[in-house]
């Protein structure tokens, strides 16, 4: 485990673990933690030993957003434009275009950009106690970090405003029944869980799954006439890959396929 301070991370059978680490804060996000993090999917980016994400929060708390301490109107009228700009747009760039899969324990409450961030990755699990709480109606700001995107796609648009206008908290449990996240855990499983998740998919086919992940985000812009060309596209690339051979050599020889992500 390598200890940046706000971000701890770890790398072990191909899962890059990171944590977000402000746990007096409820891990809400300063400029350090921001760099951190994207340090972070940078080298998940750049690294082949990395295969997969795993996304969580220190302590009692998933992300509680924006540190509001460090973004205060009484010490000057904040830019805050510029914040999401260099903070936490690239973030958002960043994990939906890692070909990799991005999972997200949410531990703990999630509020503002930090409920936002857990919609971002590819699967999201949530402990049964964690809240979503889009806390941003709270205090005079709008959803960002992709909220107003993911929302309406995943539970559509009443819920989504409503989940935006009230900033009513949403259960785990809620959360999975509407399709925002993949499924709620028992408190005391979901590190386990998620982890075992991780770590078989990052011994599987990555550069398959990648451009899964390419092809389903894709599906929100594109037709069906430009997305089944897509999809001949991408398939003709994977049946190219060493990867779908081993993993139709394994099939056939009724064997565990040795995937490399290749
Ligand atoms: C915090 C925070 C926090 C600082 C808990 N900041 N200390 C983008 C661009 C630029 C600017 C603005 O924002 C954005 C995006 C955003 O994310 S906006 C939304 C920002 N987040 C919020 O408005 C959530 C604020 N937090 C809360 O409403 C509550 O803390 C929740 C509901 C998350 C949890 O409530 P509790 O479980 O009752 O915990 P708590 O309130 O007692 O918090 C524990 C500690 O964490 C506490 O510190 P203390 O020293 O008193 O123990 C809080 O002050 C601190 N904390 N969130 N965002």
């Given at each position: 485990m390598s200890d940046s301070g706000t971000i701890l991370s770890a790398l072990a059978d191909g899962?890059?673990?990171?944590?977000?680490?402000r746990p007096d804060k409820l891990n809400a996000f300063n400029e350090e933690m921001h760099l951190a993090l994207r340090a972070g999917f940078e080298r998940a980016h750049a690294d082949?030993?990395?295969r997969a994400v795993l996304l969580t929060g220190a302590g009692r708390g998933f992300c509680a957003g924006q540190d509001l301490g460090d973004r205060d109107p009484s010490k000057g009228v904040p830019d805050l434009g510029h914040?999401?700009?260099?903070?936490?747009?690239?973030?958002?760039r960043l994990i939906r275009s890692l070909e990799k899969p991005?999972?997200?324990?949410?531990?703990?409450?999630?509020?503002?950009?930090?409920a936002n961030l857990a919609?971002?990755?590819?699967?999201?699990?949530?402990?049964?106690?964690?809240?979503?709480?889009q806390a941003f109606a709270k205090i005079g700001l709008v959803p960002d970090s992709g909220g107003t995107w993911s929302l309406p796609r995943l539970i559509g648009e009443a819920?989504?405003?409503?989940?935006?206008?009230t900033a009513e908290p949403l259960g785990a449990e809620t959360a999975a029944d509407w399709g925002l996240i993949w499924r709620a855990i028992d408190d005391d499983k979901l590190m386990e869980e998620?982890?075992?998740?991780?770590?078989?998919?990052?011994?599987?086919?990555?550069?398959?799954?990648?451009m899964t992940k390419r092809a389903i985000q894709a599906a929100a812009t594109n037709s069906l006439d430009e997305q089944i060309d897509l999809e001949r596209d991408l398939?003709?690339?994977a049946g190219r890959s060493a990867d779908y051979a081993e993993g139709v050599s394994a099939f056939l020889e009724k064997r565990k396929p040795e995937f490399r992500g290749q």
């Open positions: 899962v890059l673990s990171l944590t977000l680490n082949a030993d990395v914040t999401i700009e260099t903070f936490y747009n690239p973030l958002l991005v999972i997200c324990a949410v531990n703990g409450v999630a509020a503002g950009a930090g919609f971002a990755c590819d699967i999201t699990l949530a402990a049964r106690s964690a809240r979503f709480i819920r989504a405003k409503a989940l935006a206008l998620a982890t075992a998740l991780a770590t078989r998919l990052a011994a599987g086919p990555t550069k398959g799954l990648g398939q003709r690339e």
